[in-house]
């Protein structure tokens, strides 16, 4: 229950911090902590964990080690893919109206929206998600740190997509 991103991420909020976006304001006061985690340490846990015998019928969170707040996150990624930060503040009433017209006309193109209606309700208090069962079970985040993976994405984008 946390925010998945990577390259080539393409559904969900996780597209904010996977490409390039048009996300132009920051939702509320931006002082929301979130947690993400990296879609290849998603696979990487599954499958560590599928190999531990002291998992079978647990359940466990997967996320980065760091919080950033949403306003620290969102300016990374425009970092991260050489974009103008956003700086504007919308109030989370309106973010709402803005999310549900958005996903209305998204449905008509076919396309998923930049902000899914179901995602707002997650931006009105922090989102911390407690990996530490996980880390006893000996798995090591691959990315632990939501700003060196922005960077790593950044990177990996510029050399694999040409900046698009």
Request: glycine residues 8%; proline residues 6%.
């Amino acid at each position: 229950p946390c925010t998945v991103y990577g390259p080539r991420c393409n559904d969900g909020a996780g597209k904010a911090f996977s490409r390039p976006s048009s996300i132009t304001a920051i939702p509320g006061n931006g002082r929301q902590l979130l947690s993400n985690v990296r879609a290849e340490d998603v696979a990487a846990a599954v499958y560590h964990l599928s190999l531990t015998d002291s998992a079978v019928g647990q359940a466990y969170n997967l996320a980065e080690d760091t919080h950033p707040t949403l306003e620290e996150a969102l300016k990374m990624a425009s970092e991260a893919f050489g974009a103008k930060p956003p700086t504007t503040h919308l109030p989370l009433w309106l973010v709402k109206i803005v999310a549900k017209l958005d996903g209305m006309a998204s449905a008509r193109k076919g396309c998923i929206p930049d902000l899914e209606l179901d995602a707002v309700k997650y931006l009105y208090a922090d989102y911390v998600v407690d990996n530490s069962k996980l880390k006893k079970t000996g798995y090591r985040m691959i990315y632990p740190d939501f700003r060196q993976s922005m960077k790593q994405i950044g990177e990996w984008h510029r050399a694999n997509l040409g900046g698009r």
